[in-house]
Nanobody, 123 residues
Framework: QLQLVESGGGLVQSGGSLRLSCAVS????????IAWFREAPGKEREGVAC????????RYADSVKGRFTISRDNANYTVYLQMNYLKPEDAAVYYC????????????????WGQGTQVTVSS
């Protein structure tokens, strides 16, 4: 059974860093696109970063380019999201999700989701 479990969220000051982890089980991580999404109160869920959505480099939302880095450790079935220079507008519940590639980084095309981890950024 496919399962994704996020961890690493918390409270951080503006300008600080956090690393989120997504532990994956029940699939061969090599074969899947794994993306991070976030959802803030009153806003739609949006794609943040994707590894394996298509061949080549990971994809990032314009709002996080240069600050966030997605990486994967296939041997340990874990995908990370390193978040640096955090801003108050980055505060949200962050979700990891999986699906068969190639895909665009839109929540409606991902069919397996974790439960989310809260990121709070104080100004």
């Amino acid at each position: 059974q496919l399962q994704l479990v996020e961890s690493g969220g918390g409270l951080v000051q503006s300008g600080g860093s956090l690393r989120l982890s997504c532990a994956v089980s029940g699939l061969n991580l090599d074969d899947y696109a794994i993306a991070w999404f976030r959802e803030a109160p009153g806003k739609e869920r949006e794609g943040v970063a994707c590894s394996g959505c298509s061949e080549g480099s990971p994809r990032y939302a314009d709002s996080v380019k240069g600050r966030f880095t997605i990486s994967r450790d296939n041997a340990n079935y874990t995908v990370y999201l390193q978040m640096n220079y955090l801003k108050p507008e980055d505060a949200a519940v962050y979700y990891c999700a999986a699906t068969d590639p190639p895909v665009v980084m839109l929540p409606e095309v991902f069919d397996s989701w974790g439960q989310g981890t809260q990121v709070t950024v104080s100004s």
